[in-house]
């Protein structure tokens, strides 16, 4: 029988990615054999150091970069040979994208960039969309910048125009990679509280990269990629346990000279968190 995404509970998942950069000697992998699914209706936190994927694994997900090799799921759908246009339509009605260099049109205002995913699709939001909307744009603390554009913007309000442009439609996929990285330690609660919120009352699945163990102490799980791999998967972590770990992981990658792979890694930090490591087989 042909087991489905969705009959396991994935709102996206990749079956042994590899992302390779260049060739010969100077090639890089940026994803060396992952295999993982965001679950639906979950908020899970992608985390490990600079250049260990984290970017290029939700880029291939979200269907906005193709692999090497291996394959890649929206919900049902098998999205590793569909057409860019295909891409496109599918994306655009199922997943929003909070980039880590925000991604705004600069010749939008900010009401503009945050209804841009209507107006690619057509339509105007209405009756309830517009009511989130609004709401949105309040908890972003964006009302008194609608008429700016983004050049006249900080580094912390383009990334909150950027979440609310990825939240405006109400996606079953949520990607934001480190949505947080500019915000002060008050507003990165709030936009936490709204993905934490989008998923347990909106059923929203979220995959959210982070560097801060606070950040990722919101989320349900926790993935760690080290070298292009998953070297851990733990569930309902504290951010005192997701440090520990983290500390720990760097002092074993210090004195092997690698970030940590294989089966210890995930218990470097003692039993803190429960790996999970099933739905990586
Ligand atoms: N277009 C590209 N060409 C060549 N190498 C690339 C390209 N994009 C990414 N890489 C390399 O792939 C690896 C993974 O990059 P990626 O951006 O996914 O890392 P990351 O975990 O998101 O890092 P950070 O925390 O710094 O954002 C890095 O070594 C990076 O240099
Ligand atoms: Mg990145």
Known sequence: MHITSTELGFAARVERLTKHYGTGEGTVRALDGVSVGIRAGEFTAIMGPSGSGKSTLMH???GLDAPTS????????????????????????????VF????????????GNILLPFELDGRRPAGME???????????????RLRHRPHQLSGGQQ???????????????VFADEPTGNLDSRTGREVL????????EHGQSIAMVTHDPIAAAFAD????????????DHRGASAEEISAYMLAAELDGARAGTAPTGPDAAGA?????TPDAQVRA
């Open 221 to 232: 799980r926790v993935l760690y990629l080290g070298d292009g791999r998953i070297v851990a």
């Open 159 to 173: 990334q909150r125009v950027a979440i609310a442009r990825a939240l405006a439609g109400a996606p079953d996929l």
């Open 60 to 62: 291939i997900m979200a």
């Open 100 to 111: 880590q260099s925000f991604n705004l049109i600069p010749t939008l205002d900010v009401e």
């Open 269 to 273: 930090a003692g039993a803190a968190a």
């Open 130 to 144: 517009r009511a989130r909307i609004d709401r949105l744009i309040d908890a972003l603390g964006l009302r008194p």
């Open 193 to 200: 509280q709204l993905l934490q919120e989008a998923s347990r």
């Open 70 to 97: 291996g394959r890649a799921w929206l919900g049902d759908t098998d999205i590793t040979d569909l057409s860019d246009g295909e891409l496109t339509v599918l994306r655009r009605r199922r997943v929003g994208f």
